[in-house]
């Protein structure tokens, strides 16, 4: 069985940091894409940012140059640093994993429970 756990959200005001943490345990053989979702209160859930093994990344374009999305293989870990904070940042951030469990197995989507992010004065 396979666990995504975040941690790190909390209540920040605008302009300020958080750093998410997002730790993959279980029976994992390889993970591939890592990612970090959000959902706002009656919107759909959105991408933040991806990162493939090999570290190349995609970020939203609302987050651009204010979040930093990385990996750490040996881990099973990604992490999310959020800088510049804005009110509309405020959702529940989701981890997702793109990974396998056995060689000949099927690339299987794993999500996190979900972590607070509030960001207000």
């Known amino acids: 069985q396979v666990q995504l756990v975040e941690s790190g959200g909390g209540l920040v005001q605008p302009g300020g940091s958080l750093r998410l943490s997002c730790a993959t345990s279980?029976?994992?053989?390889?993970?591939?894409?890592m990612g970090w979702y959000r959902q706002a209160p009656g919107k759909q859930r959105e991408l933040v940012a991806i990162?493939?093994?090999?570290?190349?990344?995609n970020y939203a374009h609302s987050v651009k140059g204010r979040f930093t999305i990385s990996r750490d293989n040996a881990r099973n870990t990604v992490y999310l640093q959020m800088s510049s904070l804005k009110p509309e940042d405020t959702a529940v951030y989701y981890c997702?994993?793109?990974?396998?469990?056995?060689?000949?197995?099927?690339?299987?989507?794993?999500w996190g429970q979900g972590t607070q992010v509030t960001v207000s004065s």
């Open positions: 997702n994993a793109v990974l396998k469990t056995s060689p000949l197995g099927t690339s299987l989507n794993y």
């Open positions: 279980g029976s994992i053989y390889i993970i591939y894409t």
């Open positions: 990162i493939t093994r090999s570290g190349s990344t």
